[in-house]
């Protein structure tokens, strides 16, 4: 109690110190001390526990006023020597600006990098620089940051062109780069260092001081208190709910205020959860670690002195004051880098900046927060400095990398991710390289903290445990580091940078030799393999390699000297690896076909294979360069290639394709999913540049320095298939008909796979090194082989191309030379469609092909063919020439180990295959046969330049065996098989290979000087060409004419049906189409009259009155509907609704109390009900209903209810009918009657107490029961079905629980009707429909079934409930002194009131037996409406300034003296309240047009109620609209004459109206009026361009948590409010359930239903109600036309308006609840999402 007590008089002391403290005097004291550090550090020790941690919550607003006082301004008036404000200002202006932006990025700001310009994709502007300069008319890449990175204009070395914006752009004159410091006196420098010497060392002494109970010299205070706080420290290891319970148990807190504090102590890295004294304190942290220590290390817990916490905030502050005092000076800024920087007594790594570094791992989060964005304000945007602190950094990095593997906090938040400022600045990087040998030790390190290996030395992940994992991750940023170093090739190299580049490339080889042959693989033989074996670990690396791999061999090219020893290193270093495999190895001889060659004896699937040999791969990198860059042939006596040993060059990357091949041919099926993974990534696009790729090209490295025989007889004894084709009967293969099934299949496989990859090898040529050809033809024929399969879109091709370092596939430099465009609709994607000229270059052999896409690509190809009138077959394309080094490689084609191959093949098909050769071998073998013919053409056409034709397939072909066996030669074998019946298939083929060989021939026998005239041959193959075509064209019309014959009959019989079955069509009750003359035959009275819909000369049902046949849609019976029949229903989705509101501001309904019976007219919220159309019996709805809820028991139940479906109802029109006032007399009569005996009987409950005479009896008119109860003419499950709509309608729009009692039921029922015939109405004038004719059907059986269970649904409630509700409804129209609280008219939505008095009137009609027509009635109270709402347009609708007006011509000239006639009329009634207005033509149109909607609504509410067609023009959209509505209506198109023919009845009730308080309070009141038209509502506007919007985001701060930036700032469409979704600090809690704040905010917006713009995902979310959402594709497209979900991409993407359009369209129609509901059942995954956490 005691330490209370001392806070209450505490402040006063203070304040009184306080307020006599003076900076000024302060400082002018510390100008004359000469121990200047010891005066401040005895001003902190005073000051800093007095201001700071007083009480268990820190108070920010106390310290934020006292710190600057008292601590920082007498530091500021030292520093200038004058007024703080003035010498700052004077140093602003004499500074020179930077050229450097550094704007710092917060978390989610856009970033833009130039995809043209820049230097890597690091190098990134902020929103202002990218709009001020020349990169934002290229082609750029926006991205948002996590945060911490700075902008980068004005830095020469970031941009290849455009390195400044407007803004940075440097001035000329300046351009001597003058010492920042020369502008400041001598004394303020001396002064500036001594202020920024004492303030640094004091911050990081504060923040790297461990001890929890004592300070360090210089600062204990002078008073010492005895408290304490228990500090909860962040870590990466704890999740939020562990963190919450602890705190729940440890400080017994409420879960709210655990939450905040979880939140905190995620945000800052620490939170004080305890504050008193020393046991208080420990009490609680022995909890905290007790509780948090079973499964993982505990939460880390200090108890410290408050006195230590104090001065460690105020070390905080003071950095941050420090980083905003150096923006006034780059001379200030100097300095305090000279400060930082400085040594310190201990010698080497002891400056200030090191100590920072160096501690960094044992700091909290917000410490290294504010250090980091100090070093980034300070050192890094010095140029020289910044040169200096990279030094420091890469002294250190190994130590500093050492703390971040075991430290647990994310990159982002350690010391080590400040490498991406200094690494990727390449003058900065190769110093570092030259200077602080970087790139050998990055690497070292790395190698440092892989230690496990196996007996080779090779890494071992084998049973890889979680902590291993977790340390393996955060090492593998050592490799973002390395890539940073080399991300841009040097151009001119020195003899230092070569020394070291080299040095650290060994290194390198280093660490490939350990990896060189690891996770080797056995195959599994007998029993599948036990557990799976760890292969994620060595790919993950492989994949993060990858582009260093690359990058390694692009600085190799960049110079001769450096590409020829990195050579010879690679080389000693394969060799080396290679001299540990071969033991046990024997060696054997193979001879075939007379050639023989030495080799070893090794099976693939016996002994161990590794999918590992990235050394081998980089040497085929390397060998490729050699001839590329023609090192080859200009330095040969350089290069050891004399010494290679070609076969064991090909021995591994030959074991690795044959492993593929094998797992292909299904023989390691028992070694699991783990092998079929390593093969799918070798091939995958990742991975295939530096694995497949050139494990191809070292085959083909290895293969053009060897014997083409000797190579293919090494292939063929690798693949295990040797002992086929070497046998001297290989021809006749299977006479061994007992040979095993599983095994003929896999030989057959094994051959393929062979076969094909002999097609590679001699065909792909588009590696630039390999082949002659440019990087770009590379990119070109891969994008060809993509669209050969189907056209695509932007970012499938993406996808299926490598991505260089920088992110970047070169595809949009070659694609529109190859591709066409065309653009998307309102869904899909834009797609590229290949040029056709471009498909020449097809090879249906394409080795990035997969099997499928390879059969995908030959069926496309083939069809376009088919479609283009050509022959079908996909000969070999033309190749480009090989570069020297492996221009050998050609002879592999008509080498005779192949051509033995070839001939085997295709002896064996001779006969039909038994299984024992395959559809694919021969089409493989016929493949490389055109392959060797196109070779020779090309031969033959470039030899005619130098003479030399040694390539002669066609010879060689052509022979037949050697004796004894005289084999048939191949060409014979083809002529043979050309007709054999069973190969249909390869017709085409043989017969192009045949016709080639032709063309060769005849083109080697025509000497050179004569022209080759083939022109016989050719007319021939034109004759054939010409009948083909004519036989083409004959089908093609046959088959024309047949599809016209089927379609006729189809019609035919189409018409038929429709003329037998009537009834069905006319199945919806009016017609979609009235202009049919059947209703001219069923309405005698329409052809001579207007149609009406209401009143008594309205248009009935004539004659059989038709009867209304419907099929049950769940057992398909047949019924008709009758009122005392079945029940049918129709299915039906009742919600709340707020589309149509013009006020989202109005407070919620207490829904006990709320008295739904008038509609305001802002329409704040309705009932909707919508339908799909099914039509079926009400017990079938039911046992459907309940199967579908167990199914669903699982998930939340939607709300489905169904409506009934009822007749038309009957009605007699006896001849005489009362004119208006004749009819209000009788009803007010009635009325009274009415009410004076409900009153009794109210006043007979309450137990009869005699107080009788204030209620004068009335005795009741003629012909009025007041006791007649009507029967219910409506069959037991019709009743039924009425109550339960009625209750569901009730339920839902109220949110309350189901009450069949409740009066408010048909009110609710009623309001719904009202509200969705209003919405529709809206609908059709927003899609510019016309009003009847243009609805869907289930929209249209949806109202008729809706207005007319509106009319009965009075017959299953109380009927004096319903009566009384009509009598407060009309007493709102004729005021009646006797009904209390009647709202004023202009707070009455005439709409609903009309819709409510024609629905109620039934329930009163019903007791009148006196000749009265309801219909009479209807029509009354439509004038009475009208006019009502004709007197609320004109009070509230007049707009200020009178538009000229336009002439009418006289046609209207009426309707304007009226007009003014009654406005005037209105204004004698409420004075003041109404401006004057002359113009009668003006509040003609305002008339006209406020009360169109409420016409147009009216017209489909009786329509739909009485049944009567509407008449043509009300079908079209144009002229004649408002006569027609008016006479549809029965109303005079001059609506003033409803109120001047019955003037003296009108002018009281208007006297009545204009008398209600509420008019003239509304009138004055400041809340505008709601203005007739209703406009319709729109979602908001959104920005055209995407980034405007995450910029806005970007800024957009947590509400809750205190300036802190929302992770996933949410837009809501509907009303444009920013949201903080998806995080613990906004919820809040709705109904007992925590909900997000995008769910509370639907409830307050949207009635439940909210539509909103995750702006860093770039997605569209639905919500609906609390459990259900979807996400749907975003409005937002880039230039190929896809939305970029989630931001992956980065292209520029701005607003498609059509797209947002549509989702309007779904809001407006109601539709966003049926969205969700398809979304959830077409995806299951939808399903568990929580909702109601966005």
């Known amino acids: 109690m005691a330490a209370v007590e001392t806070d209450r008089d505490a402040p006063s002391a203070l304040c009184s110190e306080f307020l006599n403290f003076s900076a000024k005097d302060t400082a002018a004291k510390w100008l004359q001390v000469s121990n200047l550090p010891k005066e401040v550090y005895q001003h902190l020790a005073c000051y800093v526990p007095k201001i700071y941690c007083l009480g268990p919550n820190l108070n920010p607003q106390n310290e934020d006023l006292l710190a600057p006082l008292l601590l920082q301004s007498p530091l500021e008036w030292y520093l200038c020597g004058e007024e703080p404000s003035v010498g700052l200002a004077k140093l602003e202006q004499n500074n020179q600006p930077s050229q450097l932006c550094g704007h710092v990025f917060k978390v989610g700001e856009p970033t833009y990098s130039c995809r043209e310009c820049a230097a890597d994709p690091t190098c990134v502007l902020c929103m202002q620089c990218f709009l001020g300069s020349v990169h934002k008319e290229h082609r750029y890449r926006m991205t948002t940051s996590g945060g911490g990175g700075f902008c980068d204009c004005g830095d020469t070395e970031a941009w290849k062109k455009g390195p400044y914006c407007q803004k940075h752009e440097p001035n000329i004159s300046d351009s001597s780069q003058k010492d920042p410091l020369a502008n400041l006196s001598d004394e303020m420098i001396a002064r500036t260092y001594n202020v920024f010497s004492i303030i640094l060392k004091y911050a990081v002494d504060m923040l790297t001081w461990e001890k929890e109970d004592e300070l360090p010299e210089g600062l204990e205070p002078p008073a010492r208190g005895d408290t304490y706080y228990c500090m909860l420290f962040n870590d990466e290891v704890h999740t939020y709910e562990q963190v919450i319970y602890t705190l729940q148990k440890a400080v017994n807190c409420t879960q709210k205020e655990a939450v905040s504090f979880a939140t905190t102590v995620d945000r800052d890295g620490r939170k004080s959860v305890r504050f008193g004294d020393f046991q208080f304190c420990e009490q609680a942290k022995s909890v905290i670690v007790r509780n948090t220590s079973r499964q993982t290390k505990p939460l880390r817990v200090q108890v410290m002195h408050s006195s230590v916490v104090a001065h460690q905030c105020f070390a905080l502050k003071a950095l941050t004051w420090l980083g905003q005092i150096i923006r006034y000076s780059d001379a200030l800024r100097r300095i305090l880098c000279q400060v930082g920087l400085q040594r310190g007594p201990e010698g080497e790594n002891s400056s200030l900046v090191d100590t920072l570094m160096l501690c960094d791992s044992k700091m909290w989060k917000g410490a290294r927060n504010v250090y980091h964005q100090l070093f980034m304000s300070s050192l890094l945007m010095d140029t020289k400095y910044k040169k200096l602190f990279a030094i420091q950094f890469a002294k250190n990095y190994e130590r500093l990398q050492s703390d971040y593997v075991k430290d647990d906090h994310d990159r982002e938040f350690s010391v080590t991710d400040l490498s991406v400022q200094m690494f990727t600045v390449p003058s900065l990087a190769r110093m570092l390289i030259t200077e602080e040998n970087l790139m050998t030790t990055i690497i070292r390190t790395f190698m440092d903290h892989l230690r496990h290996r196996d007996l080779h030395g090779h890494f071992q992940f084998e049973r890889y445990t979680a902590q291993q994992a977790f340390k393996f991750r955060r090492v593998q940023s050592l490799i973002g580091d390395l890539k940073y170093v080399l991300i841009s090739r040097p151009t001119e190299w020195t003899d230092q940078l070569r020394e070291k580049y080299l040095e ?112 081998s791969r980089l040497l085929a990198g390397l060998h490729a360069l050699l001839s590329k860059t023609e090192v080859a042939y200009r330095f040969p006596e350089l290069l050891p290639l004399s010494e290679l040993s070609p076969p064991m060059l090909i021995e591994h990357p030959l074991r690795c394709l044959v492993l593929c091949a094998q797992v292909h041919a299904g023989m390691w099926r028992r070694n699991g999913f783990s092998l079929v993974n390593q093969i799918y990534y070798y091939h995958n696009v990742k991975c295939r540049v530096e694995m497949f790729d050139k494990d191809l090209s070292m085959l083909q490295a290895g293969a053009s320095m060897m014997d083409p025989n000797h190579f293919l007889m090494i292939m063929l004894s690798r693949f295990e298939l040797y002992h086929i084709f070497s046998s001297a009967d290989c021809r006749k293969r299977y006479n061994r008909e007992n040979a095993n099934k599983d095994v003929v299949q896999q030989n057959n496989t094994l051959i393929e796979e062979m076969l094909h990859l002999v097609i590679m090898i001699v065909g792909e040529r588009y590696t630039a090194g390999v082949g002659q050809v440019e990087c770009f033809d590379e990119i070109r024929r891969e994008i060809v082989h993509q669209l050969c399969i189907r056209p695509m879109a932007h970012s499938e091709l993406v996808k299926a191309l490598p991505e260089n370092e920088n992110k970047e596939t070169g595809m949009e430099r070659v694609i529109d030379s190859v591709a066409l465009f065309k653009k998307p609709g309102v869904t899909g994607k ?80 001779m006969e039909p295959s038994g299984g024992h050769w395959s559809e694919s071998m021969l089409q493989r073998v016929l493949h490389l046969i055109g392959m060797g013919l196109v070779e020779e053409q090309q031969h033959l056409l470039s030899s005619a330049e130098d003479n030399d034709t040694n390539f002669n397939f066609t010879l060689k072909i052509s022979r037949p065996g050697e004796a004894p066996a005289n ?57 054939v060409r010409d009948k083909d075509k004519a036989e083409r064209k004959r089908k093609a019309e046959m088959a024309r004419l047949r599809r016209e014959k089927i379609m006729a009959q189809m019609s035919e019989m189409q018409r038929h049906f429709i003329n037998e079955n009537k009834e069905l069509f006319q199945q919806s009750l009016e017609e ?49 509907i009758r009122i005392d029949g079945k029940a049918m229903v129709l299915a039906a989705f009742v919600q709340r609704s707020t589309v149509m509101s013009k006020n989202r501001k109005r407070p919620p309904h207490n829904p006990d109390k709320y008295d739904p019976l008038f509609m305001h007219p802002d329409l704040s919220f309705g009932t909707h009900t919508g339908s799909c159309g099914h039509i079926m019996h009400s017990h079938c709805w039911q046992r459907y209903f309940e199967a579908v809820q167990a199914k669903e028991q699982r998930r939340q139940q939607r709300l489905r209810v169904h409506i009934p479906l009822l007749p038309l109802t009957k009605t007699s029109c006896s001849s005489e009918q009362p004119d208006l006032s004749q009819w209000l007399n009788i009803t007010s009569l009635q009325m009274k009657a009415l009410l004076s005996a409900h009153r009794k009987a109210k006043a007979a409950d309450a137990d009869g107490v005699d107080d009788m005479d204030g209620v004068n009896d009335c005795p009741p008119p003629d012909g009025f029961k007041l006791d007649y109860t009507p029967k219910n003419p409506y069959s037991s499950t019709i009743k039924e079905m009425l109550t339960t709509f009625g209750t569901a309608t009730y339920k839902v729009g109220l949110k309350v629980h189901p009450n069949e009692q409740d009066p408010r039921v048909p009110i609710m029922c009623w309001g719904s009707c009202a509200y969705t015939i209003q919405s529709i109405e809206r609908l059709l004038v927003d899609e510019e429909k016309p009003l009847f004719g243009s609805l869907p059907c289930r929209q249209d059986d949806c109202l008729s079934s809706l207005t007319r269970f509106g009319s009965a ?18 007493a709102a129209l004729v005021p009646d002194p006797r009904v209390e609280n009647t709202p004023c008219i202009l707070d009455i939505d005439m709409f609903h009131l009309l819709v409510s008095l024609v629905l109620s009137h039934p329930a009163v009609f019903s007791l009148d037996s006196s000749g009265l027509s309801a219909d009479t009635a209807q029509l009354h109270f439509l004038h009475l409406v009208t006019v009502a709402h004709i007197v609320q347009i004109l009070l509230s609708s007049v707009p200020e300034e009178v538009q000229m007006e336009q002439e009418s011509g006289g046609a209207e000239r009426e309707e304007e003296e009226k007009v003014c006639m009654f406005y005037n009329t209105l204004r004698t009634h409420l004075g003041s309240g109404l401006r004057e207005v002359d113009s009668g033509w003006h509040l003609w149109c305002c008339v006209k047009a406020g009360i169109l909607p409420y016409l147009r609504a009216a017209a489909l509410f009786f329509h739909y109620l009485n049944g009567a067609p509407a008449p043509p023009e009300l079908h079209t959209l144009g002229v004649g609209e408002w006569e027609a509505l008016c006479g549809y209506l029965c109303l005079p198109s001059n609506l003033l004459q409803l109120f001047y023919n019955n003037r003296e009845l009108m002018e009281p009730l208007l006297h009545g109206w204009c008398s209600h308080p509420g008019v003239l309070q509304g009138l004055q009141s400041s809340v505008a009026l709601i203005r007739f038209p209703r406009e319709s509502n729109h979602l908001i506007e959104l920005p055209g361009d995407y980034s405007a919007l995450i910029n806005q985001a970007s800024s957009f701060t947590c509400p809750k948590s205190g300036g802190d930036k929302s992770r996933a700032p949410t837009l809501c469409l509907v009303c444009g409010a920013m949201l903080c979704s998806q995080s613990y600090c906004c919820q809040s809690e709705l109904e007992g359930v925590d909900v997000g704040a995008c769910t509370a905010h639907t409830f307050a917006c949207g009635a439940g239903v909210g539509i909103f713009l995750r702006v860093r995902e770039s997605q569209v979310l639905f919500l609906a109600g609390k459990t259900k959402g979807c996400f749907y594709a975003p409005p937002y497209l880039d230039d190929y036309g896809e939305t970029d979900q989630g931001l992956r991409r980065g292209n520029p993407l701005h607003l498609c308006q059509e797209r947002y359009r549509k989702i309007q369209k779904l809001w407006r129609q109601h539709s966003i609840t049926e969205e969700i509901g398809h979304a959830q059942e077409a995806n299951q995954t939808l399903v568990g999402i929580d909702w109601q956490h966005l």
Request: with cysteine; aromatic share 6%.
């Open 504 to 615: 650290g490339f060994s290194a390198f080889l280093e660490l490939l030799k350990c990896m060189q042959g690891m996770d080797p693989v056995v195959r599994q033989v007998g029993q599948h393999i036990e557990m799976e074996p760890e292969w994620e670990a060595a790919f993950t690396l492989q994949m993060k390699l990858t582009h260093i791999i690359s990058m390694m061999q692009e600085w190799c090219s960049s110079d001769e000297r450096v590409l020829i020893e990195a050579y010879k290193k690679c080389l000693s270093a394969l060799t080396h690896c290679h001299s540990g495999f071969t033991d046990g190895e024997q060696p054997i001889t193979l001879s075939m076909c007379g050639h023989s060659v030495d080799t070893i004896r090794y099976c693939v699937s016996q002994e161990k294979v590794s999918i590992h040999l990235p050394l």
């Open 830 to 909: 834009g797609l590229y469609k290949l040029r056709p000229e471009s498909a020449k270059m097809f090879n249906l052999y394409f080795h990035h092909y997969s099997r499928a896409d390879q059969s995908k690509a030959e069926e496309a190809q083939r069809k376009i063919k088919r479609q283009n009138g050509e022959d079908s077959v996909l000969p070999p394309p033309v190749l480009p020439r090989f570069c020297p080094l492996f221009a050998s490689l050609v002879n592999i084609l008509q080498c005779d180990v192949l051509l033995g191959i070839l001939g085997a093949v295709l002896q064996w098909a």
């Open 967 to 1023: 084999t048939p030669s191949i060409l014979a074998l083809l002529e043979t098989l050309q007709n054999a019946p069973h190969l249909e298939v390869h017709k085409d083929m043989i017969r192009w290979i045949l016709k080639t060989v032709a063309n060769i021939k005849t083109t080697r026998e025509c000497t050179a000087s004569a022209p080759p005239s083939d022109s016989s041959g050719h007319s021939q193959e034109e004759t």
């Open 1072 to 1120: 979609l189409d009235p202009s049919t003359s059947s209703t001219l035959e069923h309405s005698p009275s329409s052809c001579d009259s207007t149609l009406f819909c209401v009143g008594p000369r309205r248009w009935r049902a004539g004659g059989s009155d038709r009867r209304q046949m419907v099929t049950c849609i769940l057992c398909q019976e047949e019924q008709e």
């Open 1353 to 1370: 649904c009075w017959t299953v409630s109380s009927h004096a409930t319903v009566q009384n509700h009509f009598i407060r409804l009309l």
